[in-house]
């Protein structure tokens, strides 16, 4: 998350103490750190900082428009993460996530131009909708080539690899 308004005069140990012990379920994972660089926070007096959470009410606290802390209320705001390996679930391509998609639709089983969820048999004697079955000709978005978009051995999927990571508001 992206906490914002906070004090630059506050060592961010304080903040995290204060975010801890005013916030009913915020566990952070890690000391928060500041968004900017030092020479970007000279003259101001407050600036944001990105915090990790962690713990079973991290999804709850990640959705509050606003956290806590000094007597205050600062204004926060939920990252997504996703990388070169995220897939979309709308357009089935690489690289961005599923709330920031502003392609077509494509099926991950068949490629064509509709939500997976919409999928349905080309046949008019199988009822089968929403999944695939057995008369669906698989089709990757990505190769092209004759399995599902979301085959994890796909010759366009590149392989995992920690820091890949990017952030984006959601």
């Known amino acids: 998350m992206i906490v914002h308004g906070v ?3 506050l060592p961010l140990e304080s903040l995290q103490q204060e975010l801890t012990t005013y916030n009913p379920g915020l566990v952070m994972a890690s000391t928060p750190r500041w968004l900017t660089k030092p020479e970007q926070r000279k ?7 990105v915090i990790a959470l962690s713990g079973n009410k991290a999804q709850d606290v990640a959705s509050r428009p606003r956290l806590f802390a ?3 209320t600062l204004r926060a705001e939920r990252k997504l993460r996703f990388g070169p ?12 996530h599923t709330n920031k998609c502003n ?7 068949c490629s064509s131009p509709h939500l997976t969820g919409a999928h349905s048999c080309p046949t008019s004697t199988c009822s089968a ?18 399995h599902e978009s979301h ?11 920690e820091g890949d990571d990017m952030e984006e508001d959601v």
């Not at 390996?85 to 961005?96: D, E, L, N």
């Not at 392609?103 to 991950?108: K, L, S, V």
């Not at 085959?151 to 690899?161: E, G, H, V, Y």
């Open 7 to 9: 004090p630059t005069s």
């Open 43 to 49: 003259d101001k007096k407050a600036s944001s900082v």
């Open 70 to 72: 000094f007597s205050a």
């Open 85 to 96: 390996t995220t897939q979309c679930a709308k357009c089935q391509k690489f690289g961005h």
């Open 103 to 109: 392609n077509p639709p494509a099926c991950r089983w």
């Open 129 to 146: 909708n929403g999944r695939p079955c057995s008369h669906t000709l698989a089709k990757c978005v990505n190769c092209s080539g004759s």
């Open 151 to 161: 085959f994890k051995d796909c010759p366009r999927r590149l392989p995992s690899s």
